[in-house]
């Protein structure tokens, strides 16, 4: 006989490529994904001027998930210089420095970052707020991959947007990006699916748990 | 940029700073707590599962395998009044690593909007995403 303390065994729920608080807000949502990353892909990522308001705001944050071995040297030297990790930057000076301001210093920014091609399969969508008239925050998350950098790296991405909805359209006011590597089961399960599943996925009301 | 944005952009670091702390000790020790941390709307989407009111999220927390996050990265910028006029909002971004039961440990990022409500700041929304292929 034994006692009643052992822990019963609990899983995590099962994962879903995106939740999405409003169906009106989808269509909204997935086309500027579509047309900002048409754009980050491109050659010239100086369109993107466009998509951000006179006061937007943009920070970047990066981070390695293991420790660089002398086995796995994929570095992610190209972010580290413009990472605005508050656990490592203390200053007020440099953190206020690290934050974009402005439409054009923040596409001139992104212009110096490395080139990429993202992979539509493998996003993430969580729209977690939309007002029609006025706003929107979504987060969105996946594999790019660099073609011009040596040994051709694959980054797994964090984004969290603010974007203002107005009849002009839509422009973004915050904008967060994390960057580290992708893990080897994320390059061997990227680039091979057909996009986009996300598209694909109906809205679902939040669950009562 | 003017001092007053500046004071904004210095206060969301403190904030962001000790809001993480509470929110992942909470998290890994005192879940029955973490109700409090959110409005009563609050809303919160993990893995794509997405729970809402507080008393909900915190049923939905508690039925979660046992965790022990260790935070590598956290940022943190004011939302801009253009989006929610006068009150005081924040976006937090955080990354790291996180135990969960006797599995290995997996890289995650989450993040959250955080308002002002009587005084305290409250999760309006959150998403937390473990670093895993959608296949």
Request: net charge neutral; glycine share 4%; charged share 25%.
């Amino acid at each position: 006989i034994g006692f009643d303390l052992e822990e019963k065994k609990v899983d995590l729920p099962e994962s879903h490529s995106s939740f999405l608080c409003s169906e009106e807000g989808r269509d909204i949502t997935l086309e500027f994904v579509k047309q900002y990353f048409g754009l980050y892909d491109g050659v010239d990522r100086s369109g993107l001027i466009n998509a951000y308001h006179d006061t937007a705001v943009f920070s970047l944050t990066t981070a390695y998930n293991t420790p660089p071995t002398p086995q796995n040297t994929t570095r992610l030297n190209d972010y580290l210089s413009h990472n605005r990790n508050l656990k490592r930057v203390n200053g007020h000076n440099r953190r206020e420095e690290l934050i974009k301001k402005g439409k054009t210093e923040i596409s001139e920014f992104l212009c110096t970052l490395p080139r990429t091609q993202h992979d539509p399969a493998s996003f993430t969508l969580d729209l977690s707020i939309f007002n029609a008239k006025l706003m929107l925050i979504f987060s969105l998350t996946g594999v790019f991959k660099e073609p011009d950098v040596k040994g051709e790296p694959h980054r797994h991405f964090y984004r969290k947007f603010v974007l203002l909805l107005s009849d002009a359209g839509v422009a973004i006011v915050n904008d967060m990006m994390h960057v580290t590597n992708a893990t080897q089961n994320q390059i061997k399960n990227c680039f091979v699916a057909v996009p986009l599943p996300v598209a694909a996925v109906p809205p679902k009301p939040p669950v009562a748990a | 940029m003017n001092k007053s944005q500046r004071d904004k952009n210095d206060l969301a670091c403190q904030a962001a700073d000790e809001f993480c702390k509470l929110y992942y000790e909470c998290m890994d020790k005192t879940r029955h707590l973490i109700n409090k941390l959110y409005l009563d709307s609050g809303l919160m989407v993990y893995n794509g599962t997405g729970v809402s009111g507080k008393d909900n999220i915190q049923k939905f927390i508690a039925e979660l395998p046992a965790t022990s996050h260790t935070i590598s990265s956290l940022d943190a910028q004011p939302i801009s009044e253009f989006a929610v006029g006068q009150q005081s909002t924040l976006t937090i971004l955080i990354a790291g690593n996180v135990r969960i039961a006797d599995r290995k440990p997996a890289y995650f990022v989450q993040d959250f909007t955080v308002t002002v409500h009587d005084s305290k700041w409250r999760i309006v929304s959150d998403c937390f995403r473990l670093q895993e292929p959608m296949t």
